[in-house]
């Protein structure tokens, strides 16, 4: 499945959408960008509150925008944050992420290294709960 992703591509966005960050509470600034079906790349950064718990995380920020945009099937998620080895995307994104995205989505992050670490949304969120159980 991960044939034909443009992963420097990708990368390459989720670091200039990092740069728009609103993180002055954390200053642990994300982006994280996603890829579709039809071609198209969706991003998003993380845009905190001063009322903290309101803030949003950048991929749920990417995934909403997504679907704003009438985006549908998401096959790649490359996700940039500045930490010593690369960072995975928060529980609460994961199952975001599962709403839309099958669970063999290839996601893959980087600091700005250029470390990598590579998952696949079943790995990070095994045992999920779905629709299908509604
Ligand atoms: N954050 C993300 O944007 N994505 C994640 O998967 C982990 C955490 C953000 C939320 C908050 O603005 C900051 O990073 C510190 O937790």
């Known amino acids: 499945m991960s044939v034909d ?6 990368f390459e966005a989720a670091k200039k ?21 039809d071609g198209s ?11 903290y718990g309101l803030s949003v995380c950048a991929e749920r920020g990417a995934f ?9 099937k998401p096959v790649a998620v490359a996700i940039v944050v500045d930490t010593p080895t690369p960072c995975p995307p928060c529980g609460m994104c994961r199952q975001v992420m599962l ?5 063999e989505l290839p996601v893959r ?6 470390d990598e670490a590579r998952y696949s949304l ?13």
């Open 109 to 114: 992050s980087r600091n700005l290294e250029g």
């Open 64 to 72: 909403a925008a997504g679907v704003a945009q009438g985006r549908s």
């Open 122 to 134: 079943g790995e990070l969120l095994p045992h999920a709960f779905t629709s299908d159980f509604l």
């Open 99 to 103: 709403e839309f995205a099958p669970k």
């Open 41 to 51: 790349v969706v991003t998003g950064c993380n845009v905190e509150n001063s009322s």
């Open 5 to 10: 992703i443009p992963w420097e591509q990708l």
């Open 17 to 37: 959408v990092r740069e728009r960050a609103h993180a002055p509470y954390s200053k642990f600034p994300v982006g994280a960008a996603v890829l579709y079906a």
